[in-house]
């Protein structure tokens, strides 16, 4: 059996912001986007193939405490690039602030937080 990864939904202040910068830095395309459940409000971005679904409930958000103490949660999103130096100077351009920059088998990468708090994994294999 094989298998392969569709999507994954997290939870956002704005998910048309959110949205805006992945279709800039990451060359996606916005699938899909409306109601959601318990009246809140989607965006899918990313490619045919897969995407990450934005969500953001219709009452309030609260802050969860630190993803990496906490049972399933979410601690990276890994995005795969063709042009690592490139998406970094992208993603400073959006105002987001770079760290942890690392090479080792079996590629570069480094990571970022967005607007909401969410850690970013870009990684460029070979090259």
Known sequence: ???????ANITVTNPETTAAWM??????????????IAGGHTVH??????????YTP????????????????LNHIGIVVDDLD???AAIKSHGFET????D???GR???FHDHDGVEYELVQYGG
């Open 23 to 36: 279709v800039k830095i990451f060359g996606w395309h916005i699938r899909w986007q409306g109601d959601a």
């Open 104 to 106: 080792y088998e079996p």
């Open 109 to 111: 990468r480094f990571y």
């Open 86 to 88: 490139a998406a970094e």
């Open 99 to 102: 760290k942890n920059h690392a």
């Open 58 to 73: 219709k009452d309030g958000l609260e802050t969860a405490p630190s993803s990496y103490t906490t049972v399933g949660g």
């Open 1 to 7: 059996m094989s298998a392969q990864l569709e999507h």
């Open 45 to 54: 971005v990313g490619t045919q193939n897969d995407y990450i679904a934005l």
